[in-house]
């Protein structure tokens, strides 16, 4: 794994990260596009595509895709971490070549400390006003190693778009860096506004994404104020004037609506029929990391000015194909595809399946999806097909047996039973439930906390907490520290041994809940070191302040 840090950094081939190689026939440009599709693969006399993405996002073809950073800035990337800042760098696909891309450190796993495939983001006109590679602004390719999600990110965007349901085209990527090959990625379209001009009528209505969650991430109403969701949902587009009055108006509308008139109204102002499809097939195949499943974030909402309806769009869709992921969510058990409402509160979700109607609608869904398109024998040899397609590159990958949903998953192939093995399962028991479908909501189940995903420290100073202080408290450890009330939530890291570094996010605390907490969760004999950072609203999204000064706590 040490390779892949010194190739990074060691800069082969590089040269100035703003100026293209002088490779025999490449080319370069970029006012106001970049490129159409690899010489090799579009005959130079076909009329151009309307989407000349196309190519790029073909599920056929593995893509071959370049970067070259100069080696100061691949060193500063790796020392500004966990912070993933943007640097200068060239973008080579095929023939084409775009120079002066920022280039940046994708997703929390990359993130964090180890020597391991890292994600990238690519975006090309933040050094160059204007620019686009095959009308994109956006590129993003997925290191793929914690969830399966080399192969559960292209499967459930594929199966979503053939439902109808606007999603995220996929394929898989080998990406180069510096000259020395990374791995295998996957290649995820980017929701932003050249995705929504293609889906929508108009792309010039308001976008906002939940990524990591925060008040009213669940649409439950947060008051008068719509700067209450200000944390939860990042501002995509329009940052001058989406000002969050349409997601609080959306979720007063939850709030408030008679039952007697929901469905017709839910109808009106939001696109319920595809949020019914995406809620069905999340659940069957096991996508939890969403509003529709335990974690209320990864996904965005549109508010299309041509309709007056806002639609959800599933995002980050790594995590499925896994039960008891973590060892802590239950998701065959604790997930009735009947009355899909595993955590609580979700008032979207629980509205609709309250209402006989709407409920019978989505179960009517659910059952046809397992009849046809996510029938066990479709989705294993869907997964035949990826392993296939990717399957020569991978003893190469450095991390293409890594799947901490399922520790025990050691190598691809493993992977693969393991989804099988949760598609025959999860299959025979979604077919049961809705054979015998609740008639009330079933109880919401207990899951512990999932691994570090969540927010992480940033340097944010105003708001920052200080003077944390822990005592041990009848075998346990009692924590109290001072906050600004402009906070959003206080964030308790813990980690095991005295003087240890390895922090990851133990404890949430939103701020209208105090400054104080009772961690359970230890054992005698055992020295933890907390410290604890906030999460205030930025029109960004969440962003993390500076932490405390870490303490250390011995559990006689």
């Not at 495939?117 to 993003?140: P, S």
């Not at 609740?438 to 969540?454: L, Q």
Request: aromatic share 8%; proline share 7%; charged share 20%.
């Amino acid at each position: 794994m040490l390779r892949l840090a010194l190739a990074f950094v060691t800069g082969v081939g590089c040269g100035s990260a703003t100026t293209a190689p002088a490779d025999s026939g490449t080319t370069t440009g970029f006012s106001p596009e970049v490129g159409a599709a690899p010489a090799s693969d579009v005959s130079s006399s076909a009329p151009a595509p309307v989407d000349p993405a196309v190519a790029f996002y073909d599920e056929a073809v593995v893509q071959d895709v370049r970067l070259t950073i100069a080696q100061t800035d691949a060193l500063a990337m790796l020392a500004a971490l966990p912070e993933r800042i943007d640097v200068h760098g060239t973008l080579r696909w095929g023939e084409i070549v775009v120079p002066d891309v920022a280039v940046r450190f994708k997703g929390n796993s990359s993130a964090m400390s180890g020597d391991w495939k890292r994600g990238y983001v690519i975006d090309t006109d933040t050094y160059v006003d204007g620019q686009r590679f095959l009308g994109l602004e956006h590129m993003a390719f997925d290191n793929g190693i914690q969830f399966g999600g080399l192969w559960s990110e292209v499967l459930v965007n594929r199966l979503l778009r053939a439902e109808g349901v606007v999603a995220t085209r996929a394929n898989h990527a080998r990406l180069t860096v510096n000259g020395e090959a990374m791995g295998v990625f996957v290649n995820v379209e980017r929701i932003d506004k050249k995705f929504l001009k293609k889906h929508f009528a108009e792309n010039d209505g308001n976008l906002y994404k939940c990524n990591l969650g925060g008040p009213g991430d669940n649409l439950v109403d947060q008051g008068d104020d719509p700067l209450a969701y200000a944390t939860a949902f990042e501002v995509k587009t329009n940052d001058l004037t989406a000002d969050w009055t349409d997601v609080a108006a959306l979720a007063r509308f939850l709030r408030d609506e008679p039952d007697e008139t929901f469905a017709a109204a839910l109808a009106a102002r939001f696109d319920l029929d595809s949020f019914l499809t995406t809620t069905a097939l999340l659940a069957i195949v096991g996508a939890f990391d969403q509003y529709t499943g335990f974690n209320p974030h990864n996904y965005y909402l549109y508010f299309d000015p041509t309709t007056g309806r806002a639609t959800y769009l599933a995002h980050d869709l790594d995590v499925a194909f896994a039960d008891n992921a973590f060892g802590t969510v239950p998701v065959i058990d604790g997930w009735n595809v009947a009355w899909p409402v595993p955590r609580t509160p979700r008032p979207l979700l629980e509205r609709i399946l309250r209402d006989d109607t709407l409920r019978a609608r989505y179960q009517a869904q659910a059952q046809r999806l397992l009849d046809g398109p996510l029938a066990p024998a479709v989705l294993d040899a869907a997964l035949d097909e990826l392993y296939a397609r990717i399957g020569e590159e991978l003893p190469d990958d450095p991390s293409h047996g890594i799947r901490v949903t399922v520790p025990t998953d050691t190598d691809a192939a493993g992977v693969i039973a393991s989804m099988k093995a949760f598609i025959k399962t999860r299959t025979a028991r979604a077919l049961a439930d809705l054979a015998n479908p609740p008639t009330e909501p079933p109880s919401p189940v207990f899951v512990g906390a999932p691994p570090d995903r969540g927010p992480t420290p940033g340097d944010l100073v105003d708001g920052a907490p200080t003077h944390l202080v822990g005592e041990v408290v009848d075998g346990t450890v009692s924590l109290s520290w001072d906050v600004a009330p402009a906070a959003a939530a206080s964030i308790v890291q813990r980690c095991t041994g005295l003087g240890c570094d390895t922090f990851v996010n133990h404890i949430g605390l939103p701020i209208d809940q105090g400054h104080a907490v009772i961690d359970t969760a230890v054992t005698s004999g055992t020295t933890y070191r907390y410290r604890v950072y906030a999460l205030g609203p930025t029109r960004r999204g969440g962003a993390g302040t500076i932490p405390t000064a870490p303490i250390d706590v011995v559990l006689p």
